[in-house]
């Protein structure tokens, strides 16, 4: 094997997931449930290998000519357009391979993480009608969330993008006979689309204004001029600060907003654990939702160069990481803590992008993979213990029950709530430090000590999830006792090697050691000079940085000690004293209603008028009633022909009729009356002319006499 | 002379003509025999789709112009001859229809149990009349079978359809009457306007009249605009000139409304891309912001409206309406991936709306409702139903990958694009694409909605426990559609580069500066721009003494 097979079939790689996904998707229905696991779970295996296979390729090759670019085909040929200031050019889109360093962290992420969540869901989902349909979407997923990550163009990067999210609304509604399951699907998809809309808006401006949409032609054989975005962005030819790049990255953090779960748009998350547990572990915790902080550091160069958009994103990022971690603190459903914690972690990564501090964003990225994987596969492995109870008030005292899991959980705890060594204590950290040591604005002192808190609380929710989970007494109910049972093998096994990963997935990224920093260090290098901080060595501000974050996290985590285990009952009380408070986040902020009544039921009620719009003013008005006008018009020239003109005609015949009158009465067509009128008139010549001289005679007759 | 020969030489007559000789043949079979009826149209019906293939072998990518010319002479005294030929544009849309109309025979099989016969006859005699109106390369020919077609159409509707069906077909058949009388109008305007010009040569000739129009002055061009407005606007529908459609399409039988959203609102789209915005290029230009802005209100108009619906066609219907504007956006933005957007989404539309109505369909022929309330939880009874439905109505709502992604993005990216100085009209195309984009998360919202109260959950209503799913017949008329959503998605570039040269044409006609203009700034990194080498603008050549093949 020559020392380009890897990186010259990295095509491959999302098409071993695809492949069997179609396997699944036409036939799934007939194959074994061995067939199904094993073609499901090998291809993603298989996936993993060629990826390894790919990044070992690439990392034998010097720093500076770390990426490789392999176009597949042709994807949308050239069409003539014009640019914003440019004139004349042509766009197209490949289908298009890109591995870089960026690139070679997410497929090895998605692929190991993703086979070991496969492995895990053999166990979990085998006794789940739709086996078959499951591991088919999942495939589906993988294949998307390759091509997200891989794609070397923005619009490639769109169809994993929106690939993704239909895994998601596929898998959120797996369990469609449940109405809330589909629509937690619906919601997410629609929620998601939101933002998508911002995402294809800012894709047609960068490919306006920048003239391509591939993001960079290193790589590529025989180019020998470089105009793919990010070169012409690294080019100078754009000064920093300018509106239309503000505006382009706004855009893209709009798309991010909504598939990472950042506010306003995270809403859609908490719901979409309607979803099987490990599609939860999977998409809504180690991979997709992280495309949005992806996307972002692989348009970094835009970002630096649009200091405004930077400033929103770590607001943002800090605001969505504290707001979430409220919420997190009182939620009584296992996976819903978890869900929060998600969208509060991805906050912590949005607030390092945020800073400027890619490499921390992405580094805490990939630990955070590690471990939420791991917890909500370790709560996947307490639901099943429970047959399928998620409400931690119904649980406790699991931890001698079922060891591995609970074990494995402690694990990934200590790693969340930054525990040294753990992973999440490394990559956590510099986001602190790194979010202290912007010195432009004092916003960021703010933003430091917002996550600081969020730090705390962060130890808080979690340990008070283990605490309620693992120890105390047993709430678990009666029946369900019986079966409380450990998992199986095959499920176990991901739970340690994520747990391994756990412990030891930070140590390549501390700070100023950082092989990983090394590493990225090519796809995050500032635009110029003065927009990258300056290296500041290892100080013993930043030790006691790391001394602060430690206590605080300690302090959390005996807090929850305090409150869930030493003293009982002290959690109600408190709730019951500061009950409006509690009400409010528990009911997470009335934000879905708020926007139920300000987004959705106004939509709704804009489609209801609409309707009743089109029916009664287009429709009924516009159309019927020029139909009805014209029917009335005719009605009314017929009243007319009838009355006016064919009255006129009329009149005069009635007329003729009336002066006709005394002639018709004697004609009447009757030969008896004509007889009858004969013989009368015969009679009366019989008189005149008989009459008259007969009374002559009689006359000369009497006079004669 | 030999039928290899004919094909040879009148390829679109014998394309145009196939489903007429069925028709013709089923005249002389008695009635009671409906299965020799069904048998035959199907025949006939494949037999067009089968001729209309040579066209995609012998079609000379990149010419401009039109090709597989036949010209005839016809009504010699007024000039009107029988005149075809195709260029790219309708080359896509004849392929459509060739192959729309065999896959609507084949799904009235079951649905159509009276007057057989003349259901096959009247479709077939649609198909002809649909075909000539994209080949008719003679304006008067392009009127006759604008107007034929509507009669058979008339009558599926009003004695095929359901309760409203008489109501409906009046409705149809009256508005787009009004319509074309305006046309004619128009073209008898455009006529004389020739014969004055070229002083009593009197012709029908496209071509020749394109060239002629292009001179009349500006107000005239408008006028004539609006009178070809009304018939074209009606056909697409265009806001607010729709309401025909809802009606017509849920009273119409299944292979009615599939040949209506399939292929009859694309002789709307037709006409503008064929008449109105090359001949009357000043006033395209003068109105375009105007059509642009009709063309969001359709949109987003169209897709609120849809969510209200109880009725699955209506809804169906309605999205029809917020679909077309995406087109007729496309359209009068005036760019080249806005035209080629345009055509593929025309072509898309066929697809995933004829698709959906061959889904409503299959629901209509096992439970004769279609109302939405009446279903829940299908997918328990009929999964390879729910497959294909779901894979549909992604093609429908953008889903990358699949048909409809492709032509809208390319369509609102080519509406982006439009600045106050590309096309010289005021329109800024950022505005209209954000407010479509807005369309796109409706699209979501109303198809995955629809999707859920008919296919999700639990089954409610004991009488859709047991229904059967996807039979052969059902399958053979979906799954060709499901791949040509999944390969347009996939691979456009086949479709889209018999597009290119007319999109490219029209731009070169309406908006010559568009390929002239030159930067301002060009970015440091050097982005070259090319000129397409297409021979955009050669559209001119005046009547033809003979037919070019």
Same mark, same amino acid.
């Given at each position: ?5 890897f990186l010259?079939?990295i095509g491959?790689i ?37 990826a390894?296979?790919a990044v070992?390729q690439l990392s034998?090759r010097?720093?500076?000519?770390r990426v490789f670019q392999k ?25 298009g391979m890109l591995l870089d360093p960026l690139s070679s962290?997410m497929i090895?992420?998605? /692929? @190991?993480?993703?086979?070991? #969540?496969? %492995? $895990?869901?053999?166990?979990?989902? !085998?006794? +789940? =009608? ?19 990550v891989l794609?070397n ?66 790589g ?36 991010? /907003? @909504?598939?990472?779960?950042? #506010?306003? %748009? $995270?809403?859609?998350?908490?719901? !979409?654990? +309607? =979803? ?430 | ?549």
């Amino acid at each position: 094997m020559d020392s380009r097979y890897f990186l010259e079939h990295i095509g491959w790689i999302p098409l071993f997931p695809l492949a069997s996904a179609a396997l699944m998707l036409l036939f799934g229905r007939r194959l074994p449930k061995a067939a199904v696991s094993v073609a499901c779970v090998g291809s993603v295996f298989v996936s993993f290998l060629y990826a390894t296979g790919a990044v070992i390729q690439l990392s034998a090759r010097p720093a500076e000519d770390r990426v490789f670019q392999k176009i597949l085909f042709e994807w949308i040929p050239a069409i003539p357009y014009h640019g914003a200031g440019f004139g004349l050019s042509q766009f197209s889109a490949d289908w298009g391979m890109l591995l870089d360093p960026l690139s070679s962290v997410m497929i090895l992420v998605v /692929t @190991g993480v993703g086979f070991l #969540i496969h %492995l $895990y869901s053999v166990g979990y989902m !085998a006794h +789940e =009608g739709g086996y078959y349909r499951f591991f088919g979407y999942l495939n589906l997923f993988m294949f998307s969330m390759l091509t997200l990550v891989l794609g070397n163009n923005l619009l490639l990067l769109f169809v994993g993008w929106e690939g993704v999210g239909l895994c998601s609304y596929l898998l959120i509604g797996f369990f469609f006979l449940k109405k809330s399951a589909s629509d937690a699907g619906k919601k997410a998809f629609v929620v998601n689309r939101v933002g998508d809309a911002g995402f294809l808006l800012g894709i047609f401006l960068a490919s306006t204004v920048l003239g391509t949409i591939r993001f960079t032609d290193h790589g590529l054989e025989g180019v020998s001029k470089f105009a793919g975005m990010i070169d012409v962005l690294r080019s100078g030819a754009f000064h920093s600060g300018e509106a239309v790049l503000t505006a382009m990255a706004i855009l893209f953090f709009i798309g991010a /907003t @909504g598939k990472s779960a950042q #506010i306003p %748009l $995270y809403t859609w998350l908490p719901d !979409a654990m +309607e =979803g099987p547990t490990p599609v939860s572990a999977l998409i809504h915790a180690a991979t997709m939702v992280t495309a949005g902080v992806y996307m972002v550091t692989r348009m970094n160069a835009l970002y630096q160069l649009a200091p405004d958009a930077m400033l929103t994103v770590a607001v943002i990022g800090g605001l969505t990481a504290f707001y979430a971690a409220t919420m997190g603190l009182v939620q009584n459903d296992i996976k819903r803590v978890l869900a929060y914690s998600t969208i509060s972690q991805l906050g912590y990564m949005f607030l390092a992008l945020g800073v400027g501090a890619f490499t921390a964003g992405i580094f805490h990225l990939m630990t955070h993979a590690f471990f939420k994987a791991l917890l909500f596969l370790g709560s996947g492995s307490v639901i099943h213990a429970l047959s399928g109870e998620q409400d931690m008030q119904k649980m406790g005292a699991l931890w001698s029950k079922i060891p591995t899991t609970a074990r494995t959980f402690l694990v990934a705890s200590l790693a969340i709530a930054g525990i040294p060594p753990l992973a999440g204590f490394f990559s956590k950290d510099e986001i602190l430090w790194r979010t202290f040591t912007r010195e432009e604005s004092s916003i960021y002192k703010v933003l430091y000590v917002v996550a600081l808190v969020t730090a705390g609380m962060t130890a808080f929710y979690i340990f008070r999830l283990v605490f309620l989970t693992f120890f105390g007494k047993s709430r678990v109910e009666h029946d369900v006792e019986h079966h409380i049972h450990e998992s199986t093998h095959w499920m176990c096994l991901p739970l340690r090697i994520l747990a391994v990963l756990s412990i030891v997935g930070g140590m390549i990224g501390i700070s100023h050691f950082s092989l990983f920093e090394f590493w990225l260090e090519p796809v995050v290098a500032p635009v110029h000079a003065a927009a990258g901080a300056a290296e500041v060595g290892w100080t013993m501000g930043e030790a006691g940085m790391m001394l602060i974050s430690v206590f605080v996290a300690v302090g959390g985590i005996w807090l929850a000690y305090y409150i869930y285990l030493e003293r009982e009952g002290l959690a109600d009380q408190l709730a019951a004293r500061w009950k409006g408070l509690y009400e409010l986040v528990f009911h997470k902020y009335y934000m879905d209603e708020v926007y139920d009544s300000l987004f959705v039921n106004r939509t709704v009620d804009l489609a209801t008028a609409l309707g009743d719009f089109d029916r009664g003013v287009v429709d009924g008005l516009g159309v019927d009633g020029s139909a009805s006008a014209t029917r009335m018009t005719s009605r009314l020239s017929m009243w007319w022909d009838r009355w006016i003109v064919d009255g006129l005609v009329n009149l005069s015949g009635t007329i003729v009729r009336f002066a006709s009158y005394p002639v018709r009465v004697l004609q009447t067509g009757l030969v008896q009356s004509y007889a009858l009128v004969i013989l009368f008139g015969i009679l009366l010549l019989l008189v005149v002319y008989l009459g008259v001289p007969a009374v002559g005679y009689l006359r000369a007759l009497l006079h004669w006499a | 002379m030999d039928v290899i020969r004919l094909l040879d030489t009148n390829l679109l007559s014998v394309i145009m003509f196939t489903p007429l000789a069925g028709a013709i043949l089923l005249m002389f079979i008695p009635g009671r025999l409906a299965n020799a009826h069904r048998w035959i149209a199907n025949l006939f019906g494949f037999a067009g789709f089968l001729v209309s293939l040579p066209l995609i072998g012998s079609f000379r990518l990149g010419t401009p112009g039109f090709q597989f010319r036949e010209e005839y002479d016809w009504i010699p005294s007024i000039g009107a001859k029988y005149s075809l030929g195709i260029d790219g544009l309708s080359f896509v849309l004849v392929l459509l229809t060739t192959a729309l109309g065999a896959i609507a025979i084949l799904s009235s099989w079951n649905a159509i149990q009276t007057r057989v016969k003349e259901f096959y006859i009247l479709l077939l005699l649609l198909q002809t009349g649909m075909l000539g109106v994209f080949m008719s390369l003679d304006f008067f020919l392009f009127y006759v079978f604008w107007e034929v077609m509507l009669v058979p159409m008339y009558f599926l509707i009003g004695v095929w359809g359901s309760d409203r069906r008489l109501y409906a077909a009046i409705k149809f058949f009256l508005y787009t009457l009004v319509g074309s009388v305006v046309m004619l109008l128009a073209i008898l305007r455009i006529y004389f306007g020739y014969m004055s010009e070229h002083a009593g040569v009197y012709t029908f000739n496209i071509q020749a009249l394109l060239e002629s129009t292009k001179t009349f002055d500006p107000s005239l061009q408008q006028w004539l605009f609006w009178g070809l407005f009304f018939a074209f606007a009606i056909k697409v529908p265009m806001f607010p000139f729709h309401t025909w459609l809802p009606d017509a399409h849920t009273e119409a039988p299944t292979a009615g409304s599939v040949i209506l959203a399939g292929v009859l609102l694309k002789m709307g789209t037709y006409g503008f891309l064929r008449f109105s915005v090359p001949m009357l290029p000043e006033a395209t230009r003068h109105y375009a912001w105007l059509m642009m802005v009709v063309s969001v209100i359709a949109i987003i108009y169209g897709a609120l409206v849809c969510m209200m619906q109880k009725d699955m066609k209506r809804l169906i219907a309605y999205s029809s309406v917020s679909h077309m504007g995406f087109c007729t956006l496309g359209i009068f933005a005036l760019t080249p991936m806005g035209l080629e957007g345009s055509i593929l989404q025309q072509l898309n539309h066929g697809i995933s709306t004829g698709a959906l109505f061959l889904i409503v369909g299959v629901l209509y022929e096992r439970r004769h409702t279609r109302l939405i309330s009446e279903f829940g939880g299908l997918s328990t009874p009929m999964p390879n139903y729910a497959t294909i439905y779901l894979i549909i109505t992604l093609s429908s709502l953008g889903m990358p990958l699949l048909n409809g992604f492709i032509g809208e993005f390319l369509i609102l990216r080519g509406t982006f694009e439009v600045t106050g100085f590309s096309g010289g009209h005021p329109a800024n195309g950022k505005y209209f694409a954000a407010w479509a984009v807005a369309g796109i998360v409706l699209g979501a919202a109303y198809l995955l909605w629809l999707y859920q109260r008919v296919m999700f959950g639990r089954i409610t209503n004991p009488a859709n426990e047991k229904l059967p799913d996807l039979n052969v017949r059902e399958f053979a008329c979906l799954v060709p559609l499901v791949l040509a959503a999944l390969w347009i998605g996939i691979y456009p570039a086949p479709v889209l580069q018999y597009l290119e040269e007319p999109a490219n044409a029209i731009v070169q006609r309406v908006n010559p500066e568009y390929f002239s203009a030159r930067a301002a700034r060009v970015p440091a990194a050097g982005i070259v721009p090319a000129l397409p080498d297409s021979g955009a603008g050669e559209h001119s050549d005046l009547p033809p003494a003979a037919p070019a093949r």
